[in-house]
T-cell receptor, first 114, second 114 residues
Framework: SAVISQKPSRDICQRGTSLTIQCQVD?????MFWYRQQPGQSLTLIAT?????????ESGFVIDKFPISRPNLTFSTLTVSNMSPEDSSIYLC???????????FGPGTRLTVL | QKEVEQNSGPLSVPEGAIASLNCTYS??????FFWYRQYSGKSPELIMS????GDKEDGRFTAQLNKASQYVSLLIRDSQPSDSATYLC??????????????FGQGTILTVHP
């Protein structure tokens, strides 16, 4: 597996503000993903973070709301923009390592929007 | 129809019993299947992966795959209270526009009582 770190681990934010979440991996990865897990729910894929190009968003998620960067193979950021209480969730970075079929998750960022 | 569906929970078993978790999927072209364990307040942890029809054993865990029936299961033998968690089934299709993405079931909450 790999060591995946996320920052911050949790935050409480005010409505209308933005928060940027960082994901760092200690190994070369082929694919990086961002998921959201709302309270009591399963995981929903927000987007695939592509190195050096625009992320690929899933239905229901748009770049203006969730801009994503991936400047290199081991680092990505997700920004939650213009937040509302409905954005209160756990946001998870997930990676698929080079030469492996498995996918692993970071520790998550617990976001509360007041 | 949900793409990945897990047996409804919660599931409660006594310590030492076998816990059986089931999952069906709709995409017949799916090639990779995973079971994740998620403790409350933690991120998902990969516990089993299976790619071929049949059984795959790892310690107390056995994953079973039947592609013809589009069915994958996880058996936990000698269940322990520490196995109490939410178990997530995840499926990855062969390719196309869903390349590399995992689709998750809604999760089954397992409680092992002493």
């Amino acid at each position: 597996s790999a060591v995946i770190s996320q920052k911050p681990s949790r935050d409480i934010c005010q409505r209308g503000t933005s928060l940027t979440i960082q994901c760092q991996v200690d190994s070369q990865v082929t694919m990086m993903f961002w998921y959201r897990q709302q309270p009591g729910q399963s995981l929903t894929l927000i987007a695939t973070a592509n190195q050096g190009s625009e992320a690929t968003y899933e239905s229901g998620f748009v770049i203006d709301k969730f801009p994503i960067s991936r400047p290199n193979l081991t680092f990505s950021t997700l920004t939650v923009s213009n937040m509302s209480p409905e954005d209160s969730s756990i946001y998870l970075c997930s990676v698929r390592l080079a030469d492996y079929n498995e996918q692993f998750f970071g520790p998550g960022t617990r976001l509360t929007v007041l | 129809q949900k793409e990945v569906e897990q047996n409804s929970g919660p599931l409660s078993v006594p310590e030492g019993a076998i816990a059986s978790l089931n999952c069906t999927y709709s995409d017949r072209g799916s090639q990779s299947f995973f079971w994740y364990r998620q403790y409350s307040g933690k991120s998902p942890e990969l516990i089993m992966s299976i790619y071929s029809n049949g059984d795959k054993e790892d310690g107390r865990f056995t994953a079973q795959l039947n592609k013809a029936s589009q069915y994958v299961s996880l058996l936990i033998r000698d269940s322990q209270p520490s196995d109490s968690a939410t178990y997530l089934c995840a499926v990855r299709p062969a390719g196309g526009t869903s390349y590399g993405k995992l689709t998750f079931g809604q999760g089954t909450i397992l409680t092992v009582h002493p």
